[in-house]
């Protein structure tokens, strides 16, 4: 847009410039309209957030958890102030459980007074027929306690090791609907990855696609509401014990809290400090309405987007607010100083004519700040994880939306509001950019010594890097998050599940085996054999109580469970020995529904041809490393106990996680490469200068550097809010590389004096750069405010490179600019 002939700016000033009222009117409409569709915004923290796009390991988990146990339950710890065992305790105890179960959709609740004392017991068949729990009359509670501080089912699970701390599970029913819905679409999303779907499936799948996110939205309440009943419930006996609740669930629901919290708080937040930063800029109430009109439409508008849409936010995503609300400030701070310096310099003019020679001169500038931003958003797309995706797009929408609405919302308000007046050099932050001039230039070579410094800083703190890092450490200690998963990590077995599936070698036929007792024990009717499966043997069941000792002396992992377990406790029951293969048959025959369900059902299919191994990993131990863990453990079923690499299958929450973690370095790289490429190819063509598009770029991708750097020297782990810091650094902060360069090209050509240029470059650009950044820096600062941890890194750190960015753009950026001397005289 660099005259009034060209075509593009004629159509502009035809519906725009020469209509205000009319364009204010339509944005004012547009943004009314949005707000109706608010009620609709949804909020997501699902387990789906929190792993990887088209992870295969996903539906094995799904899988598996519809074939053993699910992670659909609730854990209560209890710690009762009177002692575990003592009377009134179980009393309260057993009135909560009875509440706990009356519970919508509770298929039972399994605490220290229903779970089978099985100490005592022979492998009598017949002594199995009636099983006796702490409720029943005459128990011994002491020798319960024992039994449950020492037995391998309890220990650590139902009660810590102290006896001080039992545990309360929740158990869900299944919902048929919501998995069947689930079912049927994963299948036709998988199918379309293979293929290209034909018009039925394409109708079955946006069928599918709407059944299910409808039904969600049923469970998600249902979920909402059982928890604070539950909670309600919780309360009425504090005054007996000591009570944490825990769960995959709960997290998910108190996450949805935490994304309300930060939406809210610090969008408002973000919002007073912008208010009082513009008019202390500014000293004017027009110069913080105009800006804040643009920002709050679009803000407004993409909500109403997203909720019309029905685009989940995520505790990624829900930063798009603070975020975008910057990002737009800045466009319309670069207008708003340009149109007040160009109004100084001539005041003579009309109003109109001052104001189309600020949307012409700064269009470009603008556009290309705009598009560099949306480049580093878009190249989030590359981190194949669902939210950091979804992120991307809705920032890049967001500015897109925020960039048309600035040059429809600045020119039409300034039309509609008294000519103003101005006069440039008076104000504290031209003194405060005249300052940063005459530093830059008596202090050059230690600016130049400052930057190779941050480079080696840089570099060596980016090798420091690293993914691993603890689910517990994203809450703060007072949270009950924090606390519940602490408590049951410490006291009740560890908190992150991890199952490993391993299927039966069925090319080892064991005839011999068939042929010693096939005789002996046959089914009494038919007179066939029973058929235990391949993993109820004595020699699978010592194969495997091998790989169970061995993962249950790893340092971090807590609970083990398998048919290991079960092993250990038919054994104590045989005097220490195992049982013949005989007996083995029998018990698996004749055992009782009550023994059968915590011992078998949870480790054992059907057919007995596969087994399942579950983990509880310890998420507080600083040594945890999750794909170290994972590759001792194979290492070990596969060449110690001698189990073929393909029968062997890693699953779980610990799994999924990992997954992610494990891609977020390399993303971090294929993000800031794709980012730094595309801003220099653009610069290329904006500057049409390599010199200068190289030289542009230096100070903001050493900036998102350092941010890196400081991360790797003080061990701040990577996570999926941390991976978005360096693109949005450099995205953010190349706009001010953008109008400085641009205006120091345009003020160069007054008189091809580098340090004249420069000086005025400070005196005009330099006030709009140091405005926009003070603004960027504290806006995300105020994120240090929130509960959640990555928040807290995002806000301070991202905050901190705006710092290093700002300096270094009003002082490395104009000094190389000066030393190398890209431009050639006119």
Sequence with gaps: MTNSNNLFFKLYKKIILDRPLLSIILVIALTIIAATQLPKFRLDASGESLVLENDTSLSYYREVNKNYSSDDFLIITWQSYAGLIAPDSLNRLKELTNRLAKIETVENVNSILNVPLLNGLTLDPDSLTEIPTLSDKNIDKNQALKEFISSPIYKNLLVGENGDTSAIQINFQRDEKYFSLLDAREELRKLELTQTLNDEQKNQLEHFEKAFDDYSKITSARTRSIIEEVRTIMDDYRDVAKLHLGGISMITNDMLDFIQHDITVFGIGILLFIMLALFVFFGKLRW???????????????AGLLSYLDWRITVISSNFPSILLIVILALSVHLVVFYRDYISQHPEKPRKEKLIATVSRMFWPCFYTAITTIVAFISLLISGIRPVIDFGWIMTIGIVLGFVLTFIIFPSFIQLIKTDKHQSGTSITYKITGWIYKLSISFKPVIFLVTLGLIFFSVFGIAKLKVENSFIDYFKSDTE????????????????????????????????????????????????????????????????????????????????????????????????????????????????????????????????????????????????KRAELINAIRDHIVNEANVKPENVHFTGMLVLYNNMLESLFKSQILTIGAVYIAILLM???????????????????????????????????????????????IGIAVDN??????????EFQTDNHYLETMRRCHASIGKAIYYTGVTVIAGFAILALSDFIPSIYFGLLTGLAMAVALFLNLTLLPLMLVTVKPLKSS
Aim: a negative charge; aromatic letters at 8%; glycine letters at 6%.
């Design 288 to 302: 913080v309405i105009l800006p804040l009109f643009a920002c709050l439409s679009t803000v407004i508008i993409l």
């Design 481 to 624: 998050i924090h606390q519940g998963m602490k408590v049951i990590d410490q006291e009740l077995g560890g908190t992150t599940p991890l199952d490993i599936v391993i299927d039966a070698d069925l090319t080892a036929n064991d005839d011999d085996f068939e042929d010693e007792f096939e005789d002996e024990f046959a089914d009494e009717e038919f007179g066939s054999v029973y058929d235990a499966g391949y993993w109820f043997q004595i020699s699978q069941l010592k194969q495997l109580e091998g790989i169970h000792d061995f993962i249950n002396s790893l340092e971090v992992t807590g609970k083990v469970q398998s048919l290991a377990t079960t092993a250990k406790v038919l054994k104590q029951m045989n005097g220490g020995d195992y049982p013949d293969q005989v007996t083995l048959s029998l018990i698996h025959q004749k055992m009782p529904d009550s023994v059968k369900a915590p011992l078998m059902d949870p480790y054992l299919s059907e057919d007995g041809n596969q087994t399942r191994i579950n983990i509880r990993v310890e998420e507080t131990n600083p040594n945890l």
């Design 737 to 746: 590389s953008i109008h400085y360069v641009h205006r120091f090209k345009t």
């Design 683 to 729: 610069f290329l063509i904006l500057f049409r200068s390599l010199s200068l598009a190289v030289i542009a770029t230096i100070p903001n991708a050493l900036s998102a550097a350092m941010v890196l750097g400081i991360m790797g020297w003080a061990g701040i782990p990577m996570d999926m809010m941390t991976i978005t810091i360096a693109a949005i650094v």
